[in-house]
């Protein structure tokens, strides 16, 4: 089963996902309510899709949404496959509004965030790359550019906590680091589609510049603060409105691509030395 996490503008888009916003609800999990999610089709096959940030006009900003709960309630839908889209700003300028990106990395510069499935426990050393799942990436790679949308391949996505946006001198240090994009939400949501032996790959699309990052003079009436033109609003509104027909043919791609990944055995050293159940419920540390 695919799980597509649909990120802000969800609300948009829903009916190509094949749900309507009535259609969602939250699920309860031993760690909480998870986000709104729902049986929808994509790509003509049965897929769950869950509205990150609420059925709504953002309902719930990144630092709040339950990664744990929301990443729980896809496992316990048989879900397999998770992708998910997310729109962050530029740090590379050479980058368009309204392209699209399938980051490689991310850096993780989120805190207080509940990150793992496993606290208390001695589980949960992983390895972290590839951080995204090369199969989906490649089905997302070749589906965008099927549909006339090519992708950015690599990259390297910054994840800040939020729920401000970053200042300058932040713009400035991640562009030291190496990176590219600067969002809100990819992290922990990867790390722990991981521990659940979740692949997990993520769709970018560029919705404005990041501070500093272009003169963009202040207006405080106007989503994020003036950094985005109207032009630029529309481009972006655009690239949300075309992610349903690739994330369709994406997964319809999938059956036929050979890229090897190990996500879904994430967690094998534990299961064969023994310290894992065959349950990956009872796998759970401290909720
Ligand atoms: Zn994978």
């Given at each position: 089963m695919l799980a597509v996490i649909a990120g802000s503008a969800a609300h948009h888009v829903l009916n190509g996902l094949g749900v309507a916003a009535g259609d969602l609800a939250p699920v309860e999990t031993p760690f909480g309510g998870s986000s709104?999610?729902?049986?929808?089709?994509?790509?003509?096959?049965?897929?769950?899709?869950?509205?990150?940030?609420?059925?709504?006009?953002?309902?719930?900003?990144?630092?709040?949404?339950?990664?744990?709960?929301?990443?729980?309630a896809l496992k316990d839908q048989s879900v397999t496959k998770v992708i998910a889209w997310s729109g962050p700003g530029a740090i590379d300028d050479t980058l368009a509004i309204g392209q699209y990106g399938i980051p490689e990395d991310v850096l993780d510069e989120t805190y207080g965030r509940a990150s793992t499935y496993f606290a208390g426990t001695g589980l949960g050393v992983i390895r972290q790359s590839p951080v995204f799942c090369p199969r989906l990436?490649?089905?997302?790679?070749?589906?965008?550019?099927?549909?006339?949308?090519?992708?950015r391949c690599g990259g390297t996505y910054v994840c800040t906590q939020g729920p401000r946006l970053e200042t300058p001198a932040e713009i400035r240090k991640y562009r030291l680091l190496g990176g590219?994009?600067?969002?809100?939400?990819?992290c922990p949501e990867v790390f722990l589609a991981r521990e659940l032996e979740i692949c997990y790959a993520a769709i970018l699309y560029v919705t404005n510049y990041a501070e500093g990052v272009r003169p963009a003079p202040a207006q405080p009436d106007r989503?994020?603060?003036?950094?985005?033109?109207?032009?630029?609003e529309r481009a972006q509104h655009d690239a949300v409105e075309a992610l349903p027909a690739v994330v369709g043919r994406a997964a319809r791609l999938l059956t036929s691509l050979s890229e090897p990944c190990t996500c879904q055995r994430s967690m094998e050293r534990y299961r064969?030395?023994?310290?894992?159940?065959s349950d990956w419920r009872d796998w759970m540390g401290s909720a």
């Open positions: 709104p999610l729902g049986l929808g089709e994509v790509g003509g096959s049965p897929a769950i899709v869950l509205a990150r940030h609420g059925a709504g006009e953002y309902d719930l900003a990144a630092p709040f949404v339950n990664y744990r709960a929301n990443l729980y990436r490649a089905g997302l790679a070749a589906a965008s550019e099927a549909e006339g949308r090519p992708a590219d994009y600067v969002g809100m939400t990819l989503l994020f603060g003036g950094l985005m033109s109207p032009e630029e064969r030395s023994g310290r894992i159940a």
